[in-house]
């Protein structure tokens, strides 16, 4: 079973910075897609940043210009910095990835969540 492990929430002032990085664990596994995506009381769930195994990225344009989601492929790791924090930023942030097993299926993998708090 493979597991998707987050750090690094918290509480952070307007304007700060706030770094999540997130870890795959698991044996016999590889990785395509990764991504953070945030859900805030009351609202749908949504992706901030993808990152392709490729090192291909997208961003919501909430974010743009202020997240920055980079990963290192031999370590299975993904990380998301997030600068210039808004109040609006506040949410449970997720990683999320794609994990493939030699049966070649793709398999959404889910982190339990880390809450982000923006707020003086």
């Known amino acids: 079973q493979v597991q998707l492990l987050e750090s690094g929430g918290g509480l952070v002032q307007p304007g700060g910075p706030l770094r999540l990085p997130c870890a795959a664990s698991g044996s016999g596994f590889s990785v395509g897609s990764l991504a953070w995506s945030r859900q805030a009381p009351g609202k749908q769930r949504e992706l901030v940043a993808r990152c392709t195994s490729s090192g291909s990225t997208n961003y919501a344009d909430s974010v743009k210009g202020r997240f920055t989601i980079s990963r290192d492929n031999a370590k299975n790791t993904v990380n998301l910095q997030m600068n210039s924090l808004k109040p609006e930023d506040t949410a449970v942030y997720y990683c999320?990835?794609?994990?493939?097993?030699?049966?070649?299926?793709?398999?959404?993998?889910w982190g339990q969540g880390t809450q982000v708090t923006v707020s003086s």
């Open positions: 999320n990835a794609d994990i493939y097993k030699n049966d070649g299926l793709r398999r959404p993998t």
